[in-house]
């Protein structure tokens, strides 16, 4: 796959027709992984290039697996559009706002994580209950491989979780409301909401994937997207695959958003 400072030049070349949007993740691409999700903290010299981006175009929207209300705390950014939990939350108003579909499925996954109780049995699994959403995290445990058969043959087991999508990350399951809702179709309403005629998205995961090609699948009239794929060591294979352009890890994140925002501060 391409790697994005090899084609500078292309990405100057779509950054030309305007109305733009810069949408990204959170963990991994922003953000360098941590052992937990309360120990990440997002780089300051990509908060510093995301606020002046904040300024010079159309949108800079965040999109991420978080709930909405830490997203916020990570960037304190009032000029940012903030979008969690997969995209079945927004921050508008200085208020989370659910989607409508969520209330109803928060039971469901508190029973399926009491279903997975045992799981904890096992150093290093840790539970994330979100409200809308929950992640089962097996990063800190010795044998990772042996622990995701694990949470997935519990997941099979489990009542609760038969109602809910269950869903794979870095060194994590995810356990979602089974709706037409996804990093995929948040992407899409931003764009809609915004008329952008071109938008970036950054992302490094699996669940990034759902918004690559929703970027590419032509279901946003007279617009363009590029998917740019943040390459780690845990990287699946599809991010890449998916990808129009990649980079190595946050440090190089860090670098194109200061050549994204002298680009477009230029422009």
């Known amino acids: 796959m391409p790697h994005l400072f090899d084609h500078l030049d292309s990405v100057q070349r779509f950054l030309s027709l305007p109305p733009l949007g810069l949408i990204s993740d959170i963990d991994g691409t922003i953000s360098r992984t941590a052992p937990t999700p309360a120990q990440a903290q997002v780089s300051p010299v990509c ?10 175009l159309k949108l800079v929207a965040l999109v991420s697996g978080r709930p909405v209300v ?10 940012i559009v903030y979008i969690g939990n997969h995209g079945f939350e927004r921050w508008a108003g200085g208020q ?4 409508g579909d969520v209330r109803r499925y928060r039971a469901l996954i508190d029973a ?21 959403t929950a992640t089962i995290h097996y990063r800190l445990v010795q044998d990772r491989e042996a622990a995701k058969e694990q949470i997935l043959a519990a997941l099979a087991k489990s009542p609760a ?41 950054l992302g490094d995961d699996l669940t990034d994937v759902e918004a690559f ?15 740019i794929g943040v390459i780690d060591e845990e990287a699946a294979p599809e991010v890449e695959a998916e990808a129009d352009f990649t980079l190595n890890g946050v440090d190089q994140v860090e670098q194109f958003l200061g050549w994204l925002a002298e680009a477009v501060g230029s422009a």
């Open 112 to 132: 399926a994580l009491e279903d997975l109780r045992p799981l904890l049995a096992i150093e290093g699994i840790l539970f994330d209950n979100k409200g809308a």
């Open 161 to 201: 979780a038969k109602g809910l999508l269950v869903s794979r990350g870095k060194m994590a399951i995810e356990l979602r409301p089974p709706v037409a809702v996804s990093k995929g179709s948040a992407t899409l309403d931003l764009i809609r909401d915004y008329d952008l005629r071109r938008a970036i998205y």
């Open 47 to 56: 908060q510093h290039h995301l606020a002046l981006l904040a300024k010079r």
């Open 213 to 227: 090609r929703a970027i590419h699948s032509g279901e946003a009239p007279n617009f363009k997207g590029l998917a």
């Open 70 to 79: 830490q997203m916020r705390q990570m960037l304190e950014s009032e000029a």
């Open 96 to 99: 989370v706002e659910p989607h």
